[in-house]
């Protein structure tokens, strides 16, 4: 641990030694191993140890940021050092800067318990064994005869960083975090060959659902979709589920950041204070959550972080406010990007707000698409159910959804009881009125 | 900056530039034989140096620099279908034999011998000479382009608030070699100008932009090029003023000549990377030598087409790259191979075995794919459609693989009525299913055009540049995400 920082003192010190007024330094080292397991037996393993260093020069009112993987002390020396004169040779900006010292007071003192102990006791077999049990559990679902395929993976990372700025800020940490994941694909009788999965994840191997779990799951999935058929065109009410939700908060969430609005590019610029969505919509964000995939001290920038409302029942309170954006919008820094999630969660679970719903669709994935962030427009390929009388029906796909942020958020009917733990944005299932869907 | 491969041309034999870190064909054959230890039929070793630079302007001023160096080697094994591989930025002996270790796990036998010697399998191409490269070229050569383009935006339409421009290059050197004792370095560049720009109109804003890549040097840039990537940027914001969602639906799509072939990427090309069949996981498993689209439907996947972001001299594993023909008088003809799939289908590899970075094993993946041109015209085609859409350029696609199911976004459009271009549209995903969409295909025009622009695949985690292009191309029918009806 110690010596990461050493590491990044030092090269934080070349910096200003080379000419910077400040810099920031960055490096990880981290070890990563992944099993991937298919049809029966290993298809491949992968094991490294890797290593990197960034450094944010400050150059006479200048900047230059840089990365590298050549940590031989020459090759660095000569990298910094051209970085150095790279940066004198650009226009001059006077809100590049590091944050001022005063800001990186109040660190929180807090254990948020990122690092599994128990991982140097992991072994190349309990890996492989795990990745055989999730197919096992795959090909022993009900409809299993139609699997062609199970490909399933267990990776887990061990790693640290530093970031020291030479106006006095220095941070480490080390963390862990452990996946794995099922892909099963069967066979339609029309020809076509769906596939489907499930993961787990988190900082603590004890996060992890049982391989029989995630197995048993993707394949289920896959077998459900089996003789999807393309809906009619239509105005629908749709839930999406957890784990597809991601995709519209993160088309949301983008345009927060100070560098969309300060560009003129995010359809939520001058909003604070005013309603967004529905009610419905109360997320806040929370980085000090023990063993979240998001949680942070200290952001990027070195800055203590610290918990803070993104929408109050539809009401914007706050944006992503970095630094630099910041101080050219004339904003307080907020943090630059989303750590954890934490939604305010409806008290209905998946099934009950189908039956609630009555009819429309359920998406359980999308495809391709895009959000445009000036205009807040969006069209999402899409796949999911029919919901007829409340309950699942047939799969649907090669579907599409249509409209604008600003219209879909208002028509938040709905959120459910069901975080996805997989995710720092720990979406629950969302129902939204009045979405137009193309299909037929 | 760093120079990574500013002299040498073209693919050559042996060790030239990883001399100067410490790479000897001693270390590499050592590493060899011990990722051989264990019994793997196949061993590769991959060396890695790119230096990256990137200049930006925003709010009219060039006020941001990037640069980047990523110097690795990654250790491969190959058993059957199985891969073991470690990587590392250490390009010691010590760490080289701990890679080759890790990666010889995969297989559990007696240990085959490593490569006698090393030797270029055969002479290969120079597809993308550099008459003015990265290494040579100045900042203060870059910066008044930056700049210029910035000026020139602003003075092309009184509608612009804000302008952005980078402009990125990358001076990377690779060395494969392996336990046949094939042995090859190659340099490849690239080279990618962006300018994106912010229109505002009573209150509206629109924002949109160009791009142009390719492998090739400072002399990319000529005076046509920078006009163009100012001019169709800014037409293609300004429009979007006027445009609107077309109806929702399924109706006739034309493809305009160029960046369309993101259909073919999507709809086949992925479907036709060999690690998904041998899998069984493509819909396209078990179609060889089967129609699938009408007799004058042609594509394919070509890794020579010269100074091309998609182009390659060699692949990853250090195969001869060429021409592969997809779909041949519409007929499925050959997937895109990398060592493993080709030894497993037994045929020869088709140079498609291509990475990301010494981080990844190779796989199969895309170099520039396009549809040769056909029978048709492009008047005839537009006059063709009573009611449908006309899509000009895309900003991103995706596929389900085994399902079959894919998407492209397209940014700027038209709406077809009565075989007229009728107004503009914007911002819709289009939606189809690949075999059925190839079979669809019944109007192909002679106007094939290969994009410029800096597109990149993603599989597996894995990016790499690509190209593609297409001739105009009549769809029957696809799924319009729009709106209304």
């Known amino acids: 641990m110690s010596d990461l920082l050493d590491v990044t003192r030092r090269a934080a010190q070349l910096a200003l030694a080379s000419g910077a007024r400040e810099a920031s330094a960055g490096s990880y080292r981290a070890?990563?191993?992944?099993?991937?397991?298919?049809?029966?037996?290993?298809?491949?393993?992968?094991?490294?140890?890797?290593?990197?260093?960034?450094?944010?020069?400050?150059?006479?009112?200048?900047?230059?940021?840089?990365?590298?993987?050549?940590?031989?002390?020459?090759?660095?020396?000569?990298?910094?050092?051209?970085?150095?004169?790279?940066?004198?040779?650009?226009s001059p900006d006077p809100h590049r800067r590091l944050p001022d010292p005063a800001q990186y007071a109040g660190l929180p003192d807090v254990d948020l318990d990122l690092l599994d102990q128990s991982y140097q006791g992991l072994d190349a077999g309990a890996r492989r064994d795990a990745a055989q049990a999730m197919e096992d559990a795959a090909r022993a679902v009900k409809g299993a005869e139609a699997i062609?395929?199970?490909?399933?993976?267990?990776?887990?990372?061990?790693?640290?960083?530093?970031?020291?700025?030479?106006?006095?800020?220095?941070?480490?940490?080390?963390?862990?975090?452990?996946?794995?994941?099922?892909?099963?694909?069967?066979?339609?009788?029309?020809?076509?060959?769906?596939?489907?999965?499930?993961?787990?994840?988190?900082?603590?191997?004890?996060?992890?659902?049982?391989?029989?779990?995630?197995?048993?799951?993707?394949?289920?999935?896959?077998?459900?979709?089996?003789?999807?058929?393309?809906?009619?065109?239509?105005?629908?009410?749709?839930a999406v589920d957890a784990r597809?939700?991601?995709?519209?908060?993160?088309?949301?969430?983008?345009?927060?950041?100070?560098a969309s609005i300060q560009q003129k590019r995010s359809f939520l610029e001058g909003k604070v204070g005013a309603q967004v969505g529905s009610v419905r919509l109360d997320v806040r964000d929370t980085p000090l959550v023990p063993r979240g995939l998001g949680s942070r001290r200290y952001d990027g920038e070195g800055l203590p972080a610290r918990a803070f409302p993104v929408f109050e029942r539809g009401v914007l309170r706050n944006q992503y406010v970095d630094c630099y954006y910041g101080r050219k919008l004339g904003l307080a820094p907020t943090t630059a990007r989303a750590s954890n999630l934490a939604w305010a969660l409806g008290e209905r679970s998946p099934a009950g707000l189908l039956a609630d719903l009555g009819e429309g669709v359920l998406v359980t994935g999308f495809l391709g698409g895009n959000s445009n962030s000036t205009t807040g427009d969006f069209s999402l390929g899409v796949r999911g159910f029919q919901v007829r009388g409340g309950r699942l029906a047939e799969p649907i796909g090669e579907m599409n959804v249509s409209g604008n942020h600003l219209e879909l958020w208002s028509r938040l009917a709905a959120v459910g009881d069901d975080p996805y733990r997989y995710s720092a944005m720990r979406t629950p299932t969302l129902v939204f009125e009045g979405v137009q869907l193309a299909g037929t | 900056m760093t120079d990574a491969g500013t002299t040498q041309a073209g693919p050559t034999e042996g060790i030239g530039y990883f001399e100067r870190f410490g790479v000897t064909e001693g270390i590499i054959?050592?590493?060899?034989?011990?990722?051989?230890?264990?019994?793997?039929?196949?061993?590769?070793?991959?060396?890695?140096?790119?230096?990256?630079s990137d200049i930006g302007l925003e709010d009219g001023a060039v006020n941001r620099a990037y640069a980047s160096v990523e110097l690795?080697?990654?250790?491969?094994?190959?058993?059957?279908?199985?891969?073991?591989?470690?990587?590392?930025?250490d390009l010691s002996l010590d760490a080289l034999l701990e890679c080759a270790r890790t990666a010889a796990a995969i297989a559990d036998g007696p240990a085959r011998?490593?490569?006698?010697?090393?030797?270029?399998?055969?002479?290969?191409?120079?597809?993308?000479?550099?008459?003015?490269?990265?290494?040579?070229?100045?900042?203060?050569?870059?910066?008044?382009?930056?700049?210029?383009?910035?000026?020139?935006?602003?003075?092309?339409?009184?509608?612009?608030?804000?302008?952005?421009?980078?402009?990125?290059?990358?001076?990377?050197?690779?060395?494969?070699?392996?336990?046949?004792?094939?042995?090859?370095?190659?340099?490849?560049?690239?080279?990618?100008?962006?300018?994106?720009?912010?229109?505002?109109?009573?209150?509206?804003?629109?924002?949109?932009?160009?791009?142009?890549?390719?492998?090739?040097?400072?002399?990319?840039?000529?005076?046509?090029?920078?006009?163009?990537?100012?001019?169709?940027?800014?037409?293609?914001?300004?429009?979007?003023?006027?445009?609107?969602?077309?109806?929702?639906?399924e109706m006739p799509v034309v493809l305009a000549a160029g960046s369309s072939g993101i259909l073919l990427h999507e709809a086949i090309g992925h479907g036709m990377e060999a690690d998904f069949n041998r899998k069984g996981v493509s819909i396209y498993a078990d179609k060889i030598g089967k129609p699938v689209a009408k007799s004058f439907v042609n594509i394919v996947d070509d890794a020579d087409i010269a100074?091309?972001?998609?182009?390659?001299?060699?692949?990853?594993?250090?195969?001869?790259?060429?021409?592969?023909?997809?779909?041949?008088?519409?007929?499925?003809?050959?997937?895109?191979?990398?060592?493993?799939?080709?030894?497993?289908?037994?045929?020869?590899?088709?140079?498609?075995?291509?990475?990301?970075?010494?981080?990844?094993?190779?796989?199969?993946?895309?170099?520039s794919t396009y549809m040769l041109p056909g029978p048709h015209k492009k008047d005839e085609i537009i006059r063709s459609v009573k009611r449908g859409i006309y899509c000009v350029n895309f900003s991103n696609g995706q596929v389900n693989i085994g399902a079959g199911d894919f998407t492209f976004y397209v940014k700027n459009g038209w709406l077809i009525e009565d075989g007229k271009l009728t107004r503009p549209v914007k911002d819709v995903n289009i939606i189809g299913n690949g075999p059925r969409a190839l079979e669809l295909v019944d109007m192909v025009s002679d106007d094939l055009a290969i994009d410029e622009g800096g597109w990149t695949c993603g599989k597996d985690g894995q990016s790499v540049p690509v190209s593609q292009g297409l001739p105009t191309v009549r769809v029957a029918s696809m799924t319009v995400g729009g709106r209304g009806t």
């Open chain 2, 113 to 249: 011998p490593g490569p006698e010697r090393l030797h270029l399998a055969r002479p290969l191409p120079d597809r993308y000479p550099l008459r003015r490269p990265w290494g040579e070229v100045r900042p203060e050569e870059k910066l008044p382009l930056v700049a210029g383009l910035n000026a020139r935006a602003f003075a092309a339409d009184p509608r612009v608030r804000k302008v952005n421009v980078f402009l990125r290059d990358e001076s990377g050197v690779v060395l494969v070699a392996d336990s046949t004792g094939r042995i090859v370095e190659d340099r490849q560049p690239m080279t990618l100008l962006y300018l994106s720009v912010l229109a505002e109109q009573g209150g509206r804003r629109e924002q949109n932009g160009y791009n142009v890549a390719g492998r090739a040097g400072f002399e990319f840039y000529t005076p046509e090029r920078l006009d163009r990537v100012v001019r169709v940027a800014v037409a293609r914001t300004a429009i979007l003023f006027e445009a609107g969602a077309p109806p929702a639906g």
């Open chain 1, 148 to 238: 062609l395929s199970v490909t399933t993976s267990v990776s887990d990372t061990s790693g640290e960083s530093a970031l020291v700025h030479t106006n006095g800020f220095e941070g480490a940490r080390r963390a862990t975090d452990f996946w794995t994941s099922a892909e099963v694909t069967v066979k339609d009788p029309d020809g076509r060959r769906p596939e489907e999965s499930a993961a787990s994840g988190g900082r603590h191997r004890a996060a992890l659902e049982s391989p029989d779990a995630v197995g048993r799951r993707a394949a289920e999935r896959a077998v459900a979709r089996i003789g999807a058929v393309k809906g009619a065109s239509a105005v629908v009410t749709m």
């Open chain 2, 29 to 52: 054959s050592r590493t060899l034989s011990t990722a051989l230890s264990r019994g793997g039929e196949h061993a590769d070793v991959y060396f890695q140096h790119r230096v990256g």
């Open chain 1, 31 to 90: 070890r990563h191993v992944e099993v991937a397991w298919r049809d029966g037996r290993l298809e491949k393993v992968t094991e490294a140890t890797t290593r990197g260093l960034g450094l944010d020069l400050y150059v006479d009112g200048r900047y230059a940021s840089v990365s590298t993987s050549d940590l031989r002390p020459e090759a660095l020396e000569r990298f910094i050092t051209d970085a150095v004169a790279l940066a004198r040779t650009l």
């Open chain 2, 72 to 89: 690795g080697v990654g250790v491969r094994v190959v058993k059957g279908d199985q891969t073991g591989y470690g990587y590392t930025e």
């Open chain 2, 307 to 367: 100074g091309a972001r998609g182009a390659i001299n060699v692949d990853d594993e250090g195969n001869a790259a060429g021409t592969t023909h997809l779909v041949e008088n519409g007929v499925l003809a050959t997937y895109l191979h990398d060592a493993i799939s080709a030894r497993h289908y037994g045929v020869s590899p088709t140079g498609n075995g291509r990475r990301e970075s010494y981080r990844h094993p190779p796989l199969p993946r895309m170099r």
């Open chain 1, 244 to 258: 597809a939700a991601g995709r519209l908060v993160g088309a949301l969430f983008g345009p927060l950041s100070a």
